[in-house]
Each structure stands twice: as C-alpha cells, then as structure tokens.
C-alpha cells in the first residue's frame, strides 16, 4: 500500500478502525443487537463491532418486537451459565421459592426455585444440587420491575412483582408482602448498577458525529450499513433503546397504547403508509399526537425519518416527499435531543449538499430554519396548519376587536400572541397608546385572556376543538387589557370605540353597578349609537344585547317572592297531615309517591309564572328604553358614545377588571361570599355583586405580596393583614395584577429595584414587593407593548 494511503488509513480511530467494524452482513442474517459498552464478543471485537443493519423479525414467540439473540449473547450469558450447577453460581444475592405464571397451561402458576445473581435471573426446577435450570432472564438497564400492588393482592391473594426483559416477563407471586418487596429491591438495585445499553444506531450516529468532517468515512458508514438507510420492510424494534416493559405511559392507557418499544414500531408502520395513501394528513396528525402523549417516542421518530429519508431510491417522487413533509411537521411542533438534533442537522446540510436546488433542498432548508425557532407545542396541529406545512406556506388567521371589525394576518407556527398584538396594533394605529392590549378566546357567554407567550397555531388549534365540543362560535379577538390612563384617550380614535364596546360588554354581563334608571339610559344610548335615530322600520336588537339580564331575572324574582305574590298554601290552611301520622306500610309508598308528584306540578306551575313575569318585565323594560331612544334624536354616534361613557365613568371602579369571588376571608376576622374583586390600574378593591361602593381597596403601593396558596385561592397581603379569595380566575387574576405593575414601572422609568425577592414553587407562587411607595416589575406582564 502507497505510503500516503497507509498513512489516512492510520490517522482515523487508531488505524481507522471504525473501517474495520463489521457494520453490515447480508440481508438474511441481520440482526438488531442491544449491547453494553463493557461487554466483548467471543470475536474479541470491542463493544461497537456490531452488526448494525436492517433488523429481521424474530420467529422465537417474543411478539414482533424481540429479534434472535446472536450465538456470541448466547454463548457468554446463557451456555457457560448452564454448565453450573444451582450450588457453583458465583455471586449469589436472593434466592427462594416463588409463583411464577405460566401461560398456555391449566395450571396458571407454578412453584420454581428463583436465584438471582449480579447478571441474571434465573429459575429452576429445585433447590437440591444438580437441578435443571430452566430459564434465564438477563439483566440490563434496560429491564424493568413492577412492584406488588394491593389490588393483584385482593384479586389473588397474592402479592406479585413483574420484571421486564427483553426476550421474557416474568410475573412472580408470593403470599407475603416483605418477600416481594426483597425481591423487587433486590432486582432493581442490580438493574440500576448496569452501564447504559446502546443500539447500533447510537453507536453510528456517535461515529458520523466524530467523522462528520471527513466525507469519505461518512459515505463508507452509510454504504456499509443498512440500519441507517431507507427500507420497505418492517422495523421490528426500536432505533433507539426503550426500557422493556416500561409503563411510563399508562396514563395514556384510554388512548389505547402499547408499551414505548410497541409504539416505536408501529410509528414505523405507519410512515411507511404514508407512501401510499391518498390523504396523509390523518397519519401524520396521528403520529404528531402519538409524539405528544408519549414524549420518549420523538427522538425515535426523528431517527425514523433521517432514515428513510436517506438513500431514497425515487426522492423525487410524491410518495417518497411525504417523509419530508411529515419531517417538517415534526420540526414546528417537537424538538429533538441534543444528540439525535445534531444528527438531524448533519442529514439536512448533506441532502442540501447533495440534491442542491431541489424539493428535498427546499424541505431542508425550511426544518433547518424552524428547529431554530421551535418551541414545544401544547396541541397537535390543525389539518389546516398540517397542509399549509407540507407545502411551506404560512397560515391566515382572522383576529377580531370590539365592534364587527376584524384584521387577518399571516402567522407561521412559531407566531406568539405577543407578536400579533403588536402587529395588530401597528395595523390600527394604537403603537403609542399608553393602554395595554391583548388577544382573548372568546364566545358569546364567556372570555379569557390569551397569555403572550403562546403560540397562536396552539390557540386556534384548542377554538377549533372547543367548537366540535360545544358546537358554539368561538373567535380570537384583540382587546383592550390594561386601562391606564381612560381620560385621555382621543374621542375620534379606535381606541375610544374599543373602550365604549368593551364597557357595554361589562353592562350586559352586570359587571357596572347601575341603578334602573341608568341601565335603561344606557340601552337607549347605544341603541342610538348603532342605529341612529329612532325609526319603526329599523329592526331593533334583542334586549339581552342592550340590558343585563341578571337585572331582569332579580327583578321579577323579588317580584314573585313577595307576599302578595305568593298564592296561599291550601294544605297549610286545612292542616295537612304529616308523614309522622302514617305508619310506614304499603301507605307510605302511595303518599310518597302522591307528595312528590304534587311538588314536581308545583315547580312546574311557578316555571311557567316566572316565564310570563319574564316576558312581561322585558317587554315593560323593552318599551320604556324605546321612549328613551326617541328622545336622544339628533345625537350622533360621537356623541352618544360620550354620553354613555359619562354615565358609565360614575362607578368609582371604571376601568377596572372584575372576577367573581366565591369567598373572600381576612386576618383580621372579616367573611364575605360572592363578591368581586375589581383589579384596577392603581389598586384592588372588594365589592359585594350588584353595589358600587367599594368593601375594602388596597392601592398597590400597600400590597407587601400577592400570588396563588393552593389550587382555587389567590392570597394578598397589604400591611398586617393577609386576604385570601377563592376563585377559578386565579391565573388570570395573577397575569393581570403582574401586566399592571410592569406597565406602572416602565412608565415611570425606574430600573429594577434590588430589593425584591421572588420565591417560586411548582405549589405555590408568591410575588414579594419591597416597601416602597412604587410598585416594581415581578414579572413580565402578558402582551407587553
């Protein structure tokens, strides 16, 4: 060999030995073998010397997923080991007497002498000397062990364990619960001194990691190694190593899924129908949710996917692209590892570098791009944003505001709320707006605030869900979110119109305190403010859409639980029995039955009285706001939305953000129920429902702390005092209250105070002011402008 050819042949892996492994055999003797890094061959080759091609099914009964050992495994576990007798085991650390199931029997368990040892477990037909051994279950760190339960107790009355291996399952069983308990100890604590096991995938996306500069090797990797390049055959076990057994996803069970090593397989099976079938958007939405569920499946899929998008035989064809296409799916919603994403990486810049200005080079270059920006997804793209994925285009989406008004923008599946909010308010004219603004998702009953990091695919993903749920319209509408300063806005401006929608929003949902009077103003108003002056032609909108029911409903309940509205009771008058005067007997039965039927015609009577009073209000309520709409003639739509803000601008709380609150308790004794919580620009007050004086207000500037104690109860200390309020808004309530003091602090142009402390906990969150008269940044607010 020339002198030049000896010397590259030296330079790689001491005398280029990664050449020299044995990577590949022909197509009928593959195999998929798991190995530790300790362990050698009876070939005396090192660890990584393994066959590393395309796996073969196993014809030994292990369901698919296991393939034959290699006679090198065998001989080093199993042969030499058998030549014992159960007296000469070195290393002995549990031995004894165990039930072990046996399937395929009429006896369904069966009494075998158990002998564990550092390597193994294993199970003979006695304990005496010479005794047949008569299976072995190699221990790796990939087994697994369940431990006993108390409901395989009462079904059985005995206590089990399971242990996992890669050819076998053992389910054991013992009438005493200590003994299992050693047992289960006793195995786990030899599989968790076991070194890592690899695959031969591992090992070769670790050599084309440390040659990824030398092409010549890579090519000879890939030529020589079928595991790494695309197949039509089956895969019948994972490319990546999965604990046996493992139950990791039994959360997922009502799903219908298999073990993670079960999964991995049939994910495989699945992109291989992606080939052939018409619509791939069910398959690849299936496999994106298959991801999402099981997360230890997304490296394997990744994995997947490099190799059957490597060494296609057609790459060009329609049916080979969908690999691209699931690929670029998978890379907007889930990152890889850092190990399998450099991988990834590597396979996109030698695709480019070997089909430059094509389809697949397209492709690459979009993943490439979006790995940079992918953040982990909270649901599986919509069939909308999967084919706009698979031909690299980006989504429109409809953002509505206060009023008919709506914008449409395009997003990608990296666009957060954030950034919608500032376009949106780039788009209307709102950037310098000392107001903040925010998207919400919301219906006709109900409303919440999208926070800013979302992402916006993920929300129009869960309004799509919400609608098949609910059948009712859901939209994402762009609002005001924190009213800082309501007296400056410009008449003439959208700004001013959204705050005129959002209010009246407040006085249909009763959230305004309001005598009667001003509630009917109101309604005229903006029935004024929609259509003009008042004619008998114009069709006039529903009074639910103009006037808070609640008002109505309490209304006509007080009406009707007045004494005078209530008819006499004409049992009460002739002094009906009590049931105390009954034996009980066949009579009762009858009595019951009489009593019962009487009451349900009750309610059904004061059902149909409360309709009819209802209409009756409504219609008195309807006619009184229409003689007040015709004498605001003249008033054009300016001015009535000034009117209606002045009468709105009497509460003390306008402006503020109410969320109801079932139960309000302080230190210093006080009890409420059902009240308000009014989050406002320069404080937070209490209000009893209906009343618009304030119980209690704390400006900001005496708020020490405030976060969530528990599930349902947001906490605020001010002063001495600690106040807890239990409610559902506690996410909301925190977002708006954190939005409030940024917005506070970046207006007055201070830095951040080096006085305070945040203490966070996954159960309790708490924000710590410093004592000072100004309130500081704690945490960024939801959309910030």
């Known amino acids: 060999m020339p002198l030049q050819g000896v010397c590259w ?108 040892s550092q390597d193994s477990l294993d199970y003979y037909s006695g304990a005496e000397k010479g005794a047949r051994r008569l299976g072995t279950l190699v221990l790796t760190n990939l087994c697994s062990v369940i431990w006993p339960n108390k409901q395989t107790y009462k079904e059985t009355g005995y206590w089990s364990i399971t242990v996992y291996g890669r050819k076998h ?56 190694n079928t595991i790494l390049k695309y197949t039509q055959g089956p895969l019948y076990a994972p490319l ?66 490099v190799k059957q998008t490597s060494y296609t035989p057609s790459p060009y064809t329609a049916a080979h692209l969908r690999y691209w296409q699931l690929l670029t799916c998978m890379s907007c919603t889930f990152l890889p590892g850092p190990t399998v994403l450099k991988y990834l990486r590597f396979h996109l810049k030698r695709i480019q570098s070997q089909s430059p200005e094509s389809e697949m080079d397209n492709y690459a270059s979009f993943i490439s791009e979006a790995l940079d920006k992918t953040k982990c997804r909270e649901c599986v793209p919509s069939w909308e944003e999967i084919q706009m994925l698979m031909s690299r285009q980006e989504m429109l989406c409809t953002v509505h505001y206060p009023g008919p008004g709506s914008c449409q923008l395009y997003i990608s599946s990296h666009t957060t709320a954030n950034e919608v909010v500032r376009r949106m308010q780039e788009k209307l004219g709102l950037q310098d707006s000392k107001n903040t603004f925010a998207l919400y998702e919301q219906n006709a009953l109900w409303e919440q605030p999208v926070a800013g990091s979302a992402l ?58 309001a005598c009667e009077e001003d509630l009917q103003a109101l309604a005229a108003l903006r029935l004024q403010c929609l259509m003009g002056d008042f004619s008998t032609h114009v069709p006039c909108p529903p009074l639910d859409e103009l006037y808070p029911g609640r008002m109505l409903e309490t209304q006509v309940l007080v009406s009707l639980s007045s004494p005078q509205a209530m008819p006499p009771c004409k049992g009460a008058a002739q002094g009906c029995p009590t049931m105390q005067r009954f034996p009980t007997g066949l009579l009762a039965g009858t009595l019951w039955s009489h009593t019962a039927t009487a009451a349900h015609k009750q309610k059904v009577e004061q059902d149909i009285r409360l309709r009819s009073r209802l209409k009756e209000e409504a219609a008195a309520v309807m006619a009184s706001i229409l003689e007040r709409w015709k004498g605001l ?47 406002a620009a320069t404080s937070v007050s209490l209000y009893k429902q209906g009343e618009s004086e304030a119980l209690e207000s704390f400006p900001y500037g005496q708020i020490c702390s405030y976060g969530v104690s528990d599930s349902n109860t947001f906490k605020i200390t001010a002063g001495d005092r600690d106040l807890l309020f239990e409610t559902n808004k506690l996410t909301e309530i925190m977002q708006l209250m954190n939005a409030y003091f940024n917005a506070i602090h970046r207006q007055r142009g201070k830095g951040e105070d080096p006085d305070i402390t945040i203490t966070e906990s996954t159960e309790m969150s708490f924000r710590h002011l410093a004592p000072t008269p100004t309130p500081t940044l704690l945490e960024l607010p939801s959309h910030p402008v």
């Open 240 to 305: 990546l190593p999965f604990p046996y057994g493992s139950i990791e996803h039994t959360y997922h069970s009502g799903k219908g899924y298999g073990s993670v090593r079960e999964e991995a397989v049939r994910i495989f099976n699945c992109l291989q129908q992606l080939e052939s079938v018409r619509e791939p958007v069910p398959i690849i939405q299936g496999v994106l949710q298959t991801c999402l569920d099981l997360r230890p499946l997304r490296d394997e899929v990744y994995c997947q996917l």
């Open 633 to 679: 003639a003249g008033y054009n739509r300016r001015d009535s939305m000034a009117a209606y803000l002045a009468i709105a601008r009497q509460w003390s709380g306008f402006g503020c953000t109410l969320y109801e609150v079932d139960f309000y308790i302080s230190s210093s004794g006080s009890f409420s129920q059902k009240l308000w919580l009014g989050v």
């Open 169 to 224: 399952c053992y389910r054991l069983y013992t009438r005493h619960f200590n003994e299992a308990v050693h047992w289960a100890c006793a195995i786990q604590k030899i599989i968790d001194t076991k070194s890592p096991v690899e695959t031969p995938t591992q090992l070769l996306i670790r050599d084309i990691e440390e040659n990824k500069f030398n092409p010549e090797v890579v090519e000879h990797i890939y030529e020589h």
């Open 456 to 513: 916006i695919a993920d929300v129009l993903t869960s309004i799509t869900n919400k609608e098949s749920e609910s059948k009712s319209q859901w939209k994402l509408c762009f609002k005001l979110y924190c009213l800082l300063d309501a007296d400056n806005i410009s008449v003439d401006s959208i700004e001013y119109f959204f705050l005129f929608e959002q209010c009246h929003d407040m006085v249909v949902r009763g959230q305004l305190p």
């Open 9 to 116: 042949f030296f330079c790689c892996r001491q005398g280029f030995s990664l050449l020299g492994r044995d990577y590949g055999e022909k197509e009928e003797e593959e195999s998929f073998e798991l190995r530790n890094k300790e362990d050698l061959t009876p070939n005396g080759r090192a660890p990584g010397e393994v066959i590393a091609s395309q796996p073969t099914c196993a014809g030994n009964g292990t369901n698919g997923h296991a393939v034959p050992q290699s006679p090198g495994e065998m001989k080093t576990l199993i042969i030499e080991k058998s030549k014992m007798g159960v007296e000469e085991e070195p290393e002995l650390l549990v031995k004894g007497w165990l039930l072990r199931e046996v399937r395929g029997s009429w006896v369904k368990q069966r009494r075998y002498w158990f002998v564990l």
